[in-house]
């Protein structure tokens, strides 16, 4: 603080000034809706940064699966491949698309296929281990980022992915069974001229390509 005119400070020890506290119900009052003002500020200031720590939440988090949403992939993608460029090390991605989603929604409702997303999201993430990272990129495409992985051992975890998702039961609200489905992958690694936007890319066209083969299964991307 600071004031507008010279002026002495006045400086009391505790016992003092509780004793002059006690002596004047006035400042008695003052200090009571001080502490209550301070106690409110308080609970706005944790108020405020829940709220802030749930909006973060929720702006990178998907609501169907509960995965990382498209924004936080962004980010995360850029730091790990700047990461491994400069380190010189290896970075695999996966991009990943249901086959036959839009045959499965039109046969079986949007609902079925928001449990299939749902129950595909579940078995990547769990079959995943630790620092191996997925976010769903937008409607029934799922990318998946692997650190220090190289492109054979991305197509490990690709088989491994598409081997959980045939073996995973898709359910009802209700219990009720629904019909299988199946993914296919394509596996890019990266190089030292990528962009996050040439790696997606590089891996995308190799989903394609798995995808005219005939689905459920992985395809490495033919880089130079």
């Known amino acids: 603080m600071v004031a507008d005119e010279s002026c002495r400070l006045l400086v009391l020890d505790e016992e003092t000034m509780w004793s002059l506290m006690d002596a004047s119900p006035v400042a008695r009052n003052l200090l009571f809706l001080l502490a209550r003002r301070v106690r409110h500020g308080d609970a706005l200031l944790v108020t405020s940064q829940q709220l802030q720590r749930q909006y973060e939440h929720y702006s990178t988090t998907d609501a169907l699966t509960g995965l990382y949403n498209r924004r936080w992939l962004d ?9 491994s460029q400069r380190d010189n090390g290896d970075l695999a991605l996966l991009v990943i698309d249901v086959d036959s989603f ?16 749902y129950t595909i999201a579940r078995t990547v993430r769990e079959t995943l281990r630790p620092g191996e990272i997925i976010a769903r990129f937008g409607g029934d495409e799922f ?12 197509m490990a975890v ?22 299988g489905i199946t993914i296919s992958v ?15 890319e590089a891996a995308d066209r190799a989903l394609y390509s798995a995808k005219r083969a005939g ?10």
């Open 75 to 83: 980010r995360t993608l850029e730091r790990q491949m700047e990461r």
């Open 102 to 117: 839009k045959g499965y929604n039109d046969g079986q409702g949007h609902v079925a296929g928001d449990h299939a997303l």
């Open 143 to 154: 990318v998946v980022v692997l650190p220090d992985t190289d492109a054979d051992g991305g």
């Open 158 to 179: 690709g088989e491994r992915l598409c081997k959980a998702v045939v073996e995973v039961e898709v359910r009802a609200s209700d219990g009720s069974p629904l019909p």
């Open 186 to 200: 394509g596996v890019a690694q990266i190089t030292p001229e990528d962009t996050a936007e040439k790696l997606i």
């Open 215 to 224: 689905g459920n299964r992985v395809v490495k991307a033919d880089r130079p």
